[in-house]
């Protein structure tokens, strides 16, 4: 019979997870239905990635970005003219036109 671990985990039989198709990675609805625990697999796509997409929500930092000072080194200036050209349509890194100083590899 399985326990409840201290952190409040719970091993599924092998046989009942074959049985609902739950693997490892299988997301899964935990609920209480009568007085019992009713874990069911997740199925339905929407639900999972509207779930991913909060989890992310809460864990961005809501912090404000600074643009890169003229300041900056070599390799972010380097960088930042290959995302520039890359945003107006221009070539860069694709067609190896970008030279490369041995600092960044």
Known sequence: MPKVDAKGRVVLPQAVRERLGITPGTEVVVREEDGEVVIRPEDDPERILDRLDRLVEEAAPERATEPLD?????????????????????????DGSVERDGADG
């Open 70 to 94: 003229d300041d900056a080194g070599p390799v972010a200036r380097k960088h930042r003219e290959v995302v520039r050209r890359g945003a107006e349509g221009g070539s860069g890194e694709r």
